[in-house]
């Protein structure tokens, strides 16, 4: 009998976290925790890094923040973990994340096969190659036979084997877990090439090249690859939870848009306009809908700022990285970043 109802309780319990479009479980446990687990990369400048006091920054970690300014109305109510490329998916799977916020592309399969779901596009990418300058090298086209350094379980791997078959090319894969020993293993000459997203490799080449070394002796190849859409991802399961974190990806592109920052939110809750009066929670419901407080942009913004300020801020061109916005514009002026109406 009790066997029966415990295989009745777990039926039940399978159904209602397939059907659950409604199902908060995994909110549920971010709110009675007080604070979002975020799963970040191990280190890189510009995108994950924690600084010597141990305080987490990043374009991707501004993701974390922001997520937590929504829920909470404290960005601070974060706690971090550092996973590697192949860690990454279990730590999501698993629970031990509640939001992986880390570089990730977005990949058919991931999305499916392996139960995720991907909010919205953080950083519109492509893969890479970065070569000492001294090997003379300066197209990927001259690669063939080459040792390159890649991360394993990651998109990188898969494109690096297309593109060197597509170009009747071969190589020797080195491949190394952890990126602070990937980027050792090729500044000291284990390999002739490092293949990541370049946004990985302008980091890298900003701030992780070992004296006497010096960025100049590097190049990143003029070759993209592939296309890396980088953004969170959240496990299936609990649509709210996704929701919340796409509408914040969302909110910052958007007050982009309507030229809201952290510096004039404030001003800007005196707004005429409709649309910045319904986005900073004057006009109340979107926080409602998406089961939050009605302040949940206003506390994203006036903490992290907008997707413009977190870009320059962490890897613009007032940084080491001194990345252009590129693709990462917004759609007015361009780019690829759009965000769908606040209403
Ligand atoms: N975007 C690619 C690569 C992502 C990736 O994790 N790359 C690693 C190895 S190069 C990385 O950048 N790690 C940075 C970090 O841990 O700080 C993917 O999703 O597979």
């Known amino acids: 009998m009790r066997n029966v109802l415990l295989a009745a309780a777990a039926g039940f319990a399978a159904f209602s976290v397939s059907t659950g479009a409604m199902a908060g479980k995994d909110l549920d446990a971010v709110k009675a925790r007080g604070a979002v687990i975020c799963g970040v990369g191990i280190g890189t400048a510009g995108f994950m890094l924690a600084d010597s006091q141990g305080k987490w920054r990043g374009l991707s970690v501004d993701v974390c923040r922001a997520v937590a300014a929504a829920v909470f109305g404290d960005a601070e109510k974060v706690k971090y973990v550092p996973l590697t490329s192949q860690q990454r998916f279990t ?7 509640d939001l992986l916020s880390n570089n990730t592309t977005i990949t058919l399969t991931r999305d499916t096969a392996l139960g995720l779901d991907f909010t919205a596009v953080t950083y519109y990418d492509g893969q890479g190659f970065m070569v000492p300058k001294k090997l003379g090298v300066k197209s990927a086209k001259e690669l063939n036979g080459a040792t390159v350094c890649v991360a394993p ?3 990188t791997e898969l494109n690096l084997a297309d593109y060197f078959r597509a170009n009747k090319m ?21 390999c002739d090439v490092y293949t990541t997203d370049i946004s990985s490799l302008a980091a890298t080449r900003a701030a992780n090249v070992p004296a006497p070394l010096t960025q100049d002796d590097f190049i990143i190849l003029p070759e993209i690859i592939s296309k890396e859409p980088l953004g969170p991802a959240v496990r299936h399961g609990d649509n709210q939870w996704a929701d919340i974190v796409r509408w914040t990806q969302y909110a910052m592109v958007e007050a982009e848009e309507y030229g809201i920052t952290s510096k004039n939110v404030d001003e800007m809750l005196k707004s005429d306009n409709p649309t910045i009066k319904r986005i900073l929670g004057v006009t109340p419901g979107m926080g409602k809908a998406l089961g939050v407080d009605e302040k949940w942009v206003y506390n994203v913004i006036k903490q992290v700022g907008n997707y413009g300020e977190s870009f320059e801020r962490n890897v613009g061109k007032d940084t080491p990285l001194k990345i252009d916005r590129g693709l990462n514009k917004l759609w007015t002026q361009g780019g ?6 606040i209403r």
């Open 91 to 97: 730590a999501l799977q698993s629970g031990e994340v």
């Open 170 to 190: 071969n190589f020797k894969p080195v491949v190394i877990e952890k990126v602070d020993e990937i980027r050792a293993a090729f500044f000291a000459g284990r």
């Open 153 to 155: 379980g990651t998109t």
């Open 336 to 341: 690829l970043q759009y965000a769908p109406p």
